[in-house]
């Protein structure tokens, strides 16, 4: 089962470890040398200009079973040449986000898939890379379908869930037990296999993690927009850079778009009535999830929790007296003082 090691996915090793690597630990003028014994059982790595002016680079890595992630960022690195290993001993398969950053800010993002068993060369200035290692055990008609994919751009319609799941996995697997990450991985294979070489059983297979992912995104962008009272299922499918009719889809067997935007603006303003630290009026923690008439939002919520707003908030207070240490005892049930 392969882990990380200095860069490489080793085979012998049956352990899950996070890597970490930092070039800050070295000299200047050794970060570089540092950085490519990192990396030398995967790619060659070549200076574009004097290595001895310093490479700072930071390096982390995560196991998914037998899927391996690593995370780079760039902080102080100059241009570089790099190439596969032509006899590397290792045969996966790589799924690579590069992120650059433009001098005016802007940030460029390319997503592309390669096999390191395959010739590969390139230049590249990004500013950070997520790369998913993927071992070669699959049947052999899906091998030959994902090294017909090498080297190529993943395509538009995949790219945007592969970049949010990547993104995704960054950021949540620091926080994910060894165990719950080796759970990952059946999925995580299936979503890669449906969007790099799309056949039906692929796709059927992949359809939960796809469907999860898409729904995750669609979570996020509701939270950051519920503030706006004409947020509806129009901005949303434009915000997620999907058709009406796709996004109707995916919704239509939990009550439609506009249900699932209602729900979440709900949630957020339950989460918040509950929260002994949100000193905001009913009304105003209304306004700010999108309603802009109170009595249509206690209906709502009503409907949504089978009580009012107010006594969202008096739960919650009770409840937040009730988990302080020594309040046990004294603390009274809300059926009981409402009674």
């Known amino acids: 089962m392969p882990a990380f090691s200095h860069g490489g996915v080793r085979k012998d090793v049956n352990v899950f470890s996070v890597a970490h690597f930092c070039t800050a630990e070295f000299q200047a003028k050794d970060q570089f040398d540092a950085w490519r014994g990192l990396h030398e059982d995967t790619i060659e790595l070549l200076p574009t200009r004097d290595a001895s002016a310093g490479f700072a680079a930071e390096f982390s890595s995560w196991r998914l079973g037998e899927l391996a992630l690593t995370h780079i960022v760039y902080s102080g690195a100059p241009d570089r040449q790099w190439r596969h290993r032509p006899r590397s001993y290792l045969d996966h398969w790589c799924l ?71 993104d995704g996995l960054v950021r949540q697997l620091p926080h994910v037990a060894p165990e719950h990450a080796a759970s990952l991985e059946m999925p995580t294979r299936a979503l890669v296999a449906a969007c790099i070489a799309p056949q039906l059983s692929c796709q059927e297979a992949a359809r939960a993690p796809l469907g999860s992912v898409l729904v995750d995104r669609a979570r996020t962008v509701v939270r950051q927009n519920m503030a706006s009272p004409d947020f509806g299922p129009d901005r949303l499918a434009r915000l997620l850079a999907m058709s009406r009719s796709k996004l109707y889809r995916m919704f239509e067997q939990s009550g439609g778009v506009a249900h699932f935007i209602n729900r979440e603006r709900l949630r957020e303003a339950h989460h918040r009535l509950s929260s002994r630290r949100e000193m905001l009026s009913i009304h105003a923690i209304g306004n700010e999830v999108g309603f802009v008439d109170h009595s249509t939002f206690s209906r709502a919520f009503r409907r949504e929790f089978g009580y009012s707003p107010t006594e969202a908030r008096e739960r919650g207070l009770v409840q937040s007296f009730a988990d302080e240490p020594g309040a046990a005892s004294e603390a009274v049930p809300y059926y009981a003082s409402a009674s």
Request: charged share 30%; no cysteine; glycine share 6%.
């Open 96 to 166: 690579v986000l590069a992120r650059t950053a433009s001098a005016e800010g802007q940030t460029s993002e390319e997503l592309s898939f390669r096999s390191l068993a395959l010739p590969y060369e390139g230049r590249a200035r990004d500013n950070e890379v997520i790369t998913l290692y993927i071992p070669r055990d699959q049947r052999p008609a899906d091998e030959q379908r994902l090294d017909g994919a090498h080297g190529l751009d993943v395509s538009e319609d995949f790219a945007p869930l592969l970049i949010a799941y990547l």
